[in-house]
């Protein structure tokens, strides 16, 4: 059970924290339906990278110490919206509370963000010198991508 959890917090950071994760081909077995966050797998950036089993390790590694440190970030805010979910809409207590979560989620948002930036560098850091060159061809990759898919006219069924 614990499996899943980790794999998916794993596939989870690896999009949050690199454009490189969408710039993996997509799985043919993938229905056309599923969100494409589904249809990437870690091991398809590791393979396009050609990441040896330690490198593959270390950033397994971080990316648990990295959700490890945000999981009291996490609880603090999930007892906040509770908190603010509980309150009556037009009291005091509601308006503290709708006052404590805004601040919450804007510290923890700036906290992510930084925490997303110190992972990136220090993947990137695990990296060869061909690695990164790779890397920065993929991301150029997915960039044309992403400019060819809004220039594109929207297509309607």
């Keep these: 059970m614990r499996k899943p959890m980790i794999r998916s917090t794993l596939l989870a950071a690896m999009l949050a924290c690199s454009p490189l994760a969408f710039a993996a081909p997509q799985a043919a077995s993938a229905p056309a339906t599923a969100p494409q966050a589904q249809q990437r797998q870690p091991n398809d950036l590791f393979s396009q990278l050609g990441l040896t089993d330690a490198q593959r390790s270390s950033v397994r590694q971080l990316m648990q110490q990295n959700f490890q440190q945000a999981r009291p970030e996490i609880q603090s805010l999930r007892q906040k919206r509770m908190a603010f979910d509980n309150a009556t809409p037009g009291t005091s207590q509601f308006q503290s509370a709708a006052n404590d979560l805004a ?42 991508e992403m400019q060819q898919r809004a220039a594109a006219p929207a297509t309607t069924h």
């Design 103 to 144: 601040q919450a989620e804007s510290t923890a948002a700036h906290a992510q963000v930084l925490r997303q930036a110190d992972l990136r560098t220090k993947v990137y850091n695990l990296l060869t010198s061909e690695q990164r060159t790779k890397l920065a061809s993929l991301i150029q990759q997915r960039q044309q």
